[in-house]
């Protein structure tokens, strides 16, 4: 996204969108899902203090580059930003308890 007037967006090609790798082979794929598995450590544990978490996440708002493969956040529009320093300095009920999904 490069700007927008009136009407108009203005938009820049970064690559090739997420879903059309679909069907490309499992090295691929796995590779592809390597790097998003990195971008999300990368949002949440960082030297900022703040966590990033994508809350619109799907293959359209990412694309992969070109030249050098890697994964490309193009739309970030919905962001959850959580001030992980306020979350410890309050630490409001049950702030530090682990959870997962069991199958």
């Known amino acids: 996204y490069l700007g927008a007037c009136g009407r ?3 938009v820049n090609y970064v690559g090739e969108e997420l879903w059309s790798y679909y069907s490309a082979p499992w090295e ?11 971008i999300a450590e ?5 030297g900022f203090e703040f966590a ?5 996440v799907s293959f359209d708002n990412f694309a992969v580059g070109p030249k050098d493969g890697k ?10 930003v959580a001030d992980k320093k306020l979350i ?11 959870y997962e999904s069991k199958f």
């Not at 990033?52 to 619109?56: H, I």
């Not at 409001?92 to 308890?97: C, I, R």
Request: aromatic share 8%.
């Open 42 to 46: 990368q949002l949440t544990n960082n």
């Open 71 to 80: 994964v490309i956040i193009v739309d970030a529009e919905n962001v959850l």
């Open 8 to 10: 108009m967006v203005a």
């Open 28 to 38: 691929k794929r796995v590779d592809l899902a390597w790097q998003l598995m990195e």
């Open 88 to 98: 410890k300095q309050n630490k409001p009920e049950n702030w530090d308890v682990w």
């Open 52 to 56: 990033l978490y994508l809350l619109d």
